[in-house]
Each structure stands twice: as C-alpha cells, then as structure tokens.
C-alpha cells in the first residue's frame, strides 16, 4: 500500500497562486502513476492533471491547462500542482491518487486517494 497526504490548500485572491504538495510513503512512489482530481460543493470529483511515472509525461484538463503544472520528484516521494492564474471556480478540495495505469484520468483507475485539502478561490 502507500499512503498519500496533501498540503498546500488555503485561501487565496483570484489571479493569485499556490502549490499543492501530496507525500507519499509505504511502498515505492516511483512505481506509481499519480494524479490530481478536484470536488467542489455539489459535484462529482474530477480530473485536474495526472503524470507518468518517471515524470516525463504529463496530462491535464482543459479546464486547467496552461494554468497548471503536476510535477513530481521521485527522490523525495512527493508529487506537486503548480497552481496560478487561480479562479473562483477552481475552488475545491483537491485530492492526489495513486495508480498503475500512466495518463489516467478516471477515478477507478487509481487505487489509492489522500484525504483532501481546501482549495479557495476568492473573487
């Protein structure tokens, strides 16, 4: 198993920044494929960025590209969510996950979640 905990989340003016930190311990991160998703009030949880394995490959959503960047550094266990240009509608808890499948962008497909850290987004 692995165990994943987020921090980085608070309260931030729209157009502003933050950066989501997610550690991972138990078992060898570099093995997993990760992945940001997002819940805000009232809807599902979604898609925000994944990235391969080794890093070198990255996804996101349209809803975040050119705003966001998920990086991740092996040595250290931890993955990242660069996060600017922030909008009210970005507002959320936002949740890394652990799978084994590169790219992936539905929930299913990751076996292993944080537990979330608020995200928000004033206008």
């Known amino acids: 198993q692995v165990q994943l905990v987020e921090s980085g989340g608070g309260l931030v003016q729209a157009g502003g920044s933050l950066r989501l930190s997610c550690a991972a311990s138990?078992?060898?991160?570099?093995?997993?494929?990760m992945g940001w998703f997002r819940q805000a009030p009232g809807k599902e949880r979604e898609f925000v960025a994944a990235i391969s394995r080794g890093g070198g490959r990255t996804y996101y959503a349209d809803t975040v590209k050119g705003r966001f960047t998920i990086s991740r550094d092996n040595a250290k266990d931890t993955m990242y969510l660069q996060m600017n240009s922030l909008k009210p509608e970005d507002t959320a808890v936002y949740y890394c996950?652990?799978?084994?499948?590169?790219?992936?962008?539905?929930?299913?497909?990751?076996?292993?979640w944080g537990q979330g850290t608020q995200v928000t987004v004033s206008s």
């Open positions: 138990g078992r060898t991160f570099s093995s997993y494929a």
């Open positions: 996950a652990a799978g084994r499948r590169d790219m992936a962008t539905l929930r299913h497909l990751y076996d292993y």
